[in-house]
């Protein structure tokens, strides 16, 4: 129904036999809007582990589902959102996908994450949610390997106020993850959430870290 190149390959948006609509990215399954707790609940454990989430920067867009499960909650101010495929943020303008990009406490930078987390000022941010990839053992984008790092980690953690929240979604369950999150943050709660994809029964994780 809609398909797009960039120079990460191809991005292509189908409705299944099932009537889903499924987001896929150089073949490679992404998600669908049949199954979406997981994303959600990215938004629900960044939204209880801070005081006050008025600020929040997700990455990525994806369908939506973690953004509007932040703007149901009337405490969040303002959402950045870091989405590196322009075509998913047009789609979404052009109703293709329904939209969470016309409630006015949206803004959407078009980028990649890393840069748009770097632009913020330090400690201006309540909560940053990282679901860009399929989590650090399934990569779709290689370079997103970086985004699961100490490093990038340590980035956001500057970002974030004192008492403000970082959750990283993952499709697998990761200790090099948990270690990195433990090491920036000094803790790591893990959330691991039953899910059931096209009948099978899987595992996804959500990894949180305090400032
Ligand atoms: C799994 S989807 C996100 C799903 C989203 N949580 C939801 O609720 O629909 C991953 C998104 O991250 C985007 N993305 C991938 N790498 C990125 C990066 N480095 N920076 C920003 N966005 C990225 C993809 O284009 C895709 O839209």
New binding site residues.
């Given amino acids: 129904m809609a398909q797009a190149v960039s120079e990460r390959g191809e991005l292509v948006l189908r409705r299944r036999g099932d009537g889903a609509l499924e987001?896929r990215?150089n073949g490679v399954f992404?998600?669908d809007d049949r199954e979406?707790s997981s994303?959600e609940l990215?938004a629900d454990v960044a939204l209880s582990g801070t005081a006050s989430p008025s600020r929040v920067l997700v990455?990525?867009?994806?369908?939506?589902?973690?953004?509007r499960a932040l703007l149901r909650d009337s405490r969040v101010r303002s959402v950045v959102v870091?989405?590196?495929?322009p075509a998913?943020v047009e789609w979404m303008r052009a109703g293709v996908v329904p939209s969470v990009l016309d409630d006015p406490r949206v803004v959407v930078a078009v980028?990649?994450?890393?840069a748009v987390v770097a632009a913020q000022g330090d400690g201006a941010l309540d909560g940053i949610l990282l679901?860009?990839?399929n989590g650090p053992d399934f990569l779709?984008?290689n370079?997103?390997s970086a985004?699961y790092s100490s490093g990038f980690l340590g980035v956001c953690r500057q970002k974030l106020r004192a008492g403000g929240v970082l959750t990283v979604?993952s499709s697998s369950a990761s200790s090099a993850l948990e270690t990195a999150v433990r090491a920036v943050f000094g803790g790591c709660a893990v959330s691991p959430v039953p899910v059931k994809l096209q009948g099978r029964d899987e595992l996804y994780y959500v990894y949180q870290g305090g400032s």
């Fill in positions: 987001l990215v992404v998600m979406t994303e990215l990455g990525g867009l994806g369908l939506g589902y973690t953004v870091a989405e590196i495929e998913l980028g990649d994450v890393r679901d860009v990839d779709v984008y370079e997103n985004i979604w």
